[in-house]
C-alpha cells in the first residue's frame, strides 16, 4: 500500500522529480566515469613496460631515469659509455640487454636510438611485444620505424623522408637535414610512449651526429677522395667512416632482461657500485610505483570532487523533498485519519528518496555503459585508455551500493520531518 | 458505543478548551454537534480518533479506554472502527475514486476482510449507491472530481469495511443546496445500511432536524461556559 502511494505520489510530481532524478543520475554517472578512467589510467600507466628486470643509466634519481627512458619525458643529465653496456651485456646474468639513445627529436616526437634487441624483447602491457603494423624493422643507417601516433599525426607512409632535429622540441632549429631518414616501418599501436616514438638504429644517430660537437655542426673538411666515408672530426679527431659509426661511443641507458628476477636486487647493488663510472639502476616495477604515488594525488583528487557531487546530488533530493512537505501536510493528513501510523508517514518519505536514487543511480550507470560504448575507441585510439563497454566490476558495485544508502540517508531529514509535522497536525490541519 | 465523562483538554496549561462532564453515543445511532468554528469541535474529533490525548477524563470506544491505549493501539482503532469524512480535500490527488475508497481497507486488515472476498467490487458498488458513474471516474485522478463527487467518494472511504462510526466534520459546507440534500440523504442510508452510528459536526442548524439527537458543544461544555 505504501510503495503504491509512493508511486502514485512521484508519477503525479514527475517533472519536479524527474530533474532530481537527472541531478542523481549525472552525479552517479560522473562518479563511475572518474573511476573508470583512474582504473584504466593506472592500468595503463602500469603496462607501459614490462618483462625489463633493470634499467640502468647514468647516475640521477630513479624516478628522473623512468621518466626519460620508459615515458620520454625529460633529458638525461648524462649518457653512460658503450664500453658499460658492452660489460653489462655480457654479465652472466643478463639474459639480453637494450641499448637506448635519446636526444633528438622529430617535431616534438622523441627519436630512439636502439638495435633490433629492442624489437624481439622489449614487452609492453601483459608480456605483449611490439609488432610491426606495416614495413620492416630498420636494417642500416638512414632507415626509421614510426611509432603507431607519430605515423597517424604527421601522415607519415612507408618510404617517406624524415628530418630529424638535433635537441627536442618543435622547432627543428638545428637541424640535421643532411642525413634524412627514410621510413621503412610501422609499429602497432601499443597505447604507451613507444607510439609517440621514431626508433632507428645506434649507428644511424652515431652517424647523424659524426659531424657535430657539444650540439653545433662543424663544418665538414673533404679529405682526399673519401668522400662520404672518411670525415674529420673537430679536435683532429678521426673517425674511420661506416665501421666508426657502428661503434657509438655512448648511449643513454640499458634496459636489462635477467635469466632469473630474483637476481636483480643483487645485480641492482652490483651496477650501482660499478667502478668504471657513475650508473644508476633501477627496477621499474618499483620506481614506478614511487612516480604513481606522486600522480595518484591527482586521482585521489579527482574521486574525491566526483563524491563531492554525488553528495550534493544528494542534497539536492533532500531539499526537493522537504521542499513538498508542507504542500503535502493535507495528504499526511488524510492517511493519518485513515489509521496511518507516523512511522508509515516517514516511510513514505523514505520510499520516495531510496526509488529517486534507485532510478537515478541506474538511470547514471546506463549513461556511463552508454558512454563508454560510444566514446571506447575514441579514447582508445587517441590515448591508448582501453575501456571496457558493458562491464561493471566488483568496485563499481561497490560504488553504486554506497550512493544508495547515501539517498537513503538523505532521505531521513524529510521523513523525520514528515513524522514530527503529522503528529502535530493530527486529523485537521489548520491552515 | 462511544462515551465521554469529565473530560478535559488543553493545549495551554490554565487555558481549558474542554471541559465535558459527559456526551454519549449509542450503536447506529445519529449525533448532531453543534458548534461554530474555534469552540474545540476539530480538537474533539481528534481526542475521540485517538490522535490527541486529554489531560484527565475517559474516552470509551467500543469498550476501550483510549487514555490507557498505546499511539499505536489508537491508530489500529481508528484505522478498524472509525470512517472520517472532512469538509473538503478528503482525497489523495493522484489516486482515483476507486483506489481512495480501497485506502481504508489498505489501513486496515480488519476493514479489508470485512469489505469481502473482493474490496474493489465493494468499493464500485458502495460508489454506485453513492450515486457515482464508477466507469466514467475509473481511472481518473480524483483532483479531476467536482467538490460533490469528492465528497461522496470521501464517505464511500469512510463507509466501506462497515466501521462502528462514522464522523463527519462539516462535510456539506463546500456544497450548495440541491448537493448537501443528496449527499446527506445517501449519507444516512448508507450508515443505516452499515450499521454505523454517525457523529455529525455542523454549524448549520438547518441540518439539525434530521437527526436522532442534537448537542450544543458550546453549551454542554464548561469551560466555555464559564
Known amino acids: 500500500m505504501l510503495l503504491k502511494i509512493t508511486r502514485a505520489s512521484l508519477w503525479n510530481r514527475r517533472f519536479a522529480v524527474a530533474l532530481t532524478l537527472f541531478t542523481v543520475a549525472i552525479s552517479v554517472a560522473l562518479l563511475l566515469a572518474v573511476e573508470r578512467l583512474r582504473v584504466e589510467t593506472r592500468r595503463s600507466f602500469a603496462s607501459t613496460i614490462s618483462g625489463t628486470d633493470l634499467i640502468v643509466g647514468a647516475r640521477t634519481g630513479p624516478v628522473q631515469l623512468l621518466l626519460y627512458s620508459v615515458f620520454r619525458i625529460g633529458d638525461a643529465s648524462n649518457n653512460i659509455r658503450y664500453s658499460s653496456f658492452q660489460e653489462l651485456a655480457a654479465l652472466p646474468q643478463v639474459a639480453w640487454a637494450i641499448p637506448i639513445s635519446l636526444g633528438d627529436s622529430h617535431r616534438g616526437y622523441r627519436v630512439l636510438g636502439t638495435t633490433s634487441t629492442y624489437f624481439e624483447h622489449f614487452r609492453y602491457a601483459d608480456q605483449r611485444g611490439l609488432k610491426l603494423a606495416r614495413g620492416a624493422e630498420f636494417a642500416g643507417i638512414g632507415e626509421a620505424v614510426l611509432g603507431a601516433e607519430v605515423a597517424a599525426r604527421l601522415g607519415y607512409e612507408i618510404g617517406d623522408a624524415v628530418v630529424i632535429a638535433h635537441g627536442i622540441g618543435n622547432r627543428d632549429i638545428m637541424v640535421h637535414d643532411d642525413q634524412p631518414f627514410r621510413v621503412v616501418g610501422i609499429l602497432e599501436r601499443t597505447g604507451t610512449p613507444v607510439d609517440r616514438t621514431l626508433h632507428v638504429s645506434l649507428q644511424s644517430i652515431e652517424a647523424m651526429h659524426a659531424d657535430w660537437q657539444h650540439g653545433v655542426r662543424i663544418p665538414r673538411r673533404p679529405t682526399a677522395g673519401d668522400g662520404d666515408a672518411s670525415r674529420e672530426v673537430g679536435h683532429d679527431v678521426h673517425v674511420a667512416p661506416a665501421t666508426a659509426a657502428a661503434a657509438p661511443q655512448t648511449i643513454t641507458a640499458v634496459f636489462l632482461g635477467l635469466k632469473n628476477r630474483a637476481a636483480a636486487f643483487a645485480l641492482q647493488r652490483q651496477i650501482n657500485e660499478y667502478s668504471g663510472e657513475p650508473l644508476l639502476a633501477i627496477m621499474p616495477a618499483m620506481t614506478m610505483a614511487q612516480l604513481w604515488s606522486l600522480v595518484g594525488v591527482a586521482e585521489s583528487a579527482l574521486l574525491l570532487v566526483a563524491w563531492c557531487v554525488v553528495v550534493a546530488g544528494l542534497l539536492g533530493m533532500t531539499t526537493a523533498l522537504v521542499s513538498t512537505l508542507s504542500e503535502r501536510r493535507r495528504e499526511m493528513a488524510i492517511l493519518r485519519a485513515i489509521g496511518a501510523r507516523p512511522w508509515q508517514i516517514a516511510a513514505l518519505l523514505m520510499l520516495e528518496s531510496a526509488l529517486i536514487t534507485l532510478l537515478g543511480t541506474a538511470l547514471g550507470v546506463s549513461l556511463v555503459q552508454l558512454g563508454v560504448l560510444l566514446l571506447a575507441p575514441s579514447l582508445s585510439g587517441q590515448f591508448g585508455l582501453h575501456l571496457q563497454p558493458l562491464t561493471f566490476t566488483l568496485r563499481e558495485l561497490g560504488l553504486v551500493l554506497a550512493v544508495l544508502v547515501g539517498g537513503q540517508i538523505a532521505g531521513i531529514l524529510p521523513a523525520l520531518l514528515a513524522y514530527r509535522r503529522s503528529l502535530a497536525d493530527g486529523l485537521t490541519i489548520r491552515i | 458505543m462511544l462515551s465521554i465523562e469529565d473530560l478535559r483538554f488543553s493545549w495551554q496549561p490554565g487555558k481549558p478548551l474542554l471541559d465535558l462532564p459527559s456526551l454519549s453515543l449509542g450503536a447506529g445511532e445519529s449525533l448532531f454537534l453543534r458548534g461554530p468554528s ?189
Do not use: W
Open chain 2, 38 to 226: 474555534g469552540s474545540g469541535k476539530s480538537t474533539l474529533l481528534n481526542l475521540v480518533g485517538g490522535v490527541l490525548s486529554a489531560q484527565s477524563g475517559s474516552i470509551r470506544l467500543l469498550g476501550h479506554a483510549l487514555e490507557t491505549l498505546k499511539p499505536r493501539q489508537r491508530d489500529r482503532l481508528r484505522a478498524d472502527h472509525i470512517g472520517f469524512v472532512f469538509q473538503q480535500f478528503n482525497l489523495l490527488p493522484y489516486f482515483d475514486a476507486i483506489d481512495n475508497v480501497l485506502l481504508s481497507c489498505g489501513f486496515s486488515p480488519r476493514r479489508a476482510e470485512r469489505a469481502g472476498a473482493d474490496p474493489r467490487a465493494q468499493a464500485r458498488m458502495l460508489l454506485e449507491r453513492m450515486q457515482m458513474d464508477v466507469d466514467e471516474v475509473a481511472g481518473r485522478p480524483a483532483a479531476e472530481l467536482s467538490v460533490g463527487q469528492q465528497q461522496r467518494v470521501a464517505a464511500a472511504r469512510a463507509l466501506i469495511g462497515a466501521p462502528e462510526l462514522v464522523i463527519a466534520d462539516e462535510p456539506t459546507s463546500a456544497l450548495d443546496a440541491d448537493t448537501r440534500d443528496d449527499f446527506l440523504a445517501l449519507l444516512f442510508d448508507e450508515c443505516r445500511r452499515a450499521g454505523a452510528a454517525l457523529l455529525f459536526v455542523s454549524h448549520d442548524r438547518s441540518l439539525e432536524s434530521r437527526f436522532d439527537r442534537s448537542v450544543d458543544l458550546i453549551e454542554i461544555n464548561r469551560a466555555r461556559a464559564t
